[in-house]
């Protein structure tokens, strides 16, 4: 029998809170003095000054705040404003995806819905701002899925560059980059999984319907098609995670 978790004490839940107070006035800070991606931060001691708590307790909401993404601390330089990073991201679901496998998969059954209410909702905004150089960009990479396939080879990197080139009319750095954060999800789960050999002809004629009604554009048999297609992720996934 299962042993309740342990109750959280009111001092370390009050600690909790006022490290989480702290990382958003370090995160408000950054954003009121006007930095930027690169830029660099005040020094410890200057943020334990200015907000008036220890240097041990700056520092370990700094820990937090670089895990999170928002900066980096380069040892020998300082702090500075972090690029675009969804590494937390990609951890945090992965976690929570792989976890829902024990209760029939509903979240990695979740984080496929919302990869495609973002990718068929939009196919018809992407189509309108095809270019004939994009098309060309999305042909490349569906001969390289059908090449790879013939050799008997993966297909992952393949699959998830047609996406990104898919919604590369866009010029959405965002949701390119959630686009990727689901993509590695799911493969991670997949792996996870262990849910056998894949039918690489069929992975690859699915691609290849999604790329010709988009070459047609033809905004609702491409969205169908998308939808078609996480219809399949989710019924492979669904059938792996009963087994």
């Given at each position: 029998?299962?042993?309740a978790?342990?109750?959280?004490?009111?001092?370390?839940?009050?600690?909790?809170?006022?490290?989480?107070?702290?990382?958003?006035?370090?995160?408000?800070?950054i954003?009121?003095?006007?930095?930027?991606?690169?830029?660099?931060?005040?020094?410890?001691?200057?943020?334990?000054?200015?907000?008036?708590?220890?240097?041990?307790?700056?520092?370990?909401?700094?820990?937090v705040?670089?895990?999170l993404?928002?900066?980096?601390?380069?040892?020998g330089?300082?702090?500075?404003?972090?690029?675009?990073?969804?590494?937390?991201?990609?951890?945090?679901?992965?976690?929570?995806?792989?976890?829902?496998?024990?209760?029939?998969?509903?979240?990695?059954?979740?984080l496929?819905?919302?990869?495609?209410?973002?990718?068929s909702?939009?196919?018809?905004?992407?189509?309108?701002?095809?270019?004939?150089?994009?098309?060309?960009?999305?042909?490349?990479?569906?001969?390289a899925?059908?090449?790879?396939?013939?050799?008997?080879?993966?297909?992952?990197?393949?699959?998830?560059?047609?996406?990104?080139?898919?919604?590369?009319?866009l010029?959405?750095e965002?949701?390119?980059?959630?686009?990727?954060?689901?993509?590695k999800?799911?493969?991670?789960?997949d792996?996870?999984?262990?849910?056998?050999p894949?039918n690489?002809?069929e992975?690859?004629?699915?691609?290849?319907?999604?790329?010709?009604?988009?070459?047609?554009?033809?905004?609702e048999l491409?969205?169908?098609r998308?939808?078609?297609?996480?219809?399949?992720?989710?019924?492979?996934?669904?059938?792996?995670a009963?087994?």
């Amino acid at each position: 029998m299962a042993t309740a978790p342990a109750a959280v004490s009111p001092a370390r839940f009050s600690a909790q809170v006022r490290s989480q107070a702290l990382q958003t006035r370090i995160m408000n800070l950054i954003l009121e003095r006007g930095l930027d991606v690169g830029d660099a931060l005040p020094t410890e001691s200057e943020l334990s000054s200015e907000l008036g708590v220890g240097r041990n307790t700056v520092r370990e909401s700094l820990k937090v705040l670089q895990a999170l993404g928002v900066i980096e601390i380069r040892h020998g330089f300082g702090m500075f404003v972090a690029p675009n990073n969804f590494n937390a991201l990609v951890s945090g679901l992965t976690f929570r995806g792989r976890l829902s496998l024990r209760h029939k998969g509903e979240e990695a059954m979740e984080l496929i819905d919302v990869r495609q209410a973002l990718e068929s909702g939009l196919i018809g905004l992407a189509i309108d701002l095809l270019t004939e150089e994009h098309l060309s960009d999305l042909k490349e990479t569906m001969e390289a899925m059908q090449a790879a396939a013939t050799q008997g080879g993966l297909l992952a990197e393949h699959d998830a560059e047609f996406h990104r080139r898919l919604y590369a009319p866009l010029n959405n750095e965002v949701l390119i980059n959630l686009l990727d954060v689901f993509w590695k999800v799911y493969r991670q789960i997949d792996e996870a999984l262990g849910s056998g050999p894949v039918n690489l002809e069929e992975q690859v004629q699915t691609h290849r319907d999604i790329y010709e009604a988009v070459s047609n554009r033809d905004k609702e048999l491409a969205s169908e098609r998308l939808q078609r297609h996480f219809a399949g992720i989710r019924s492979k996934l669904k059938d792996a995670a009963a087994h």
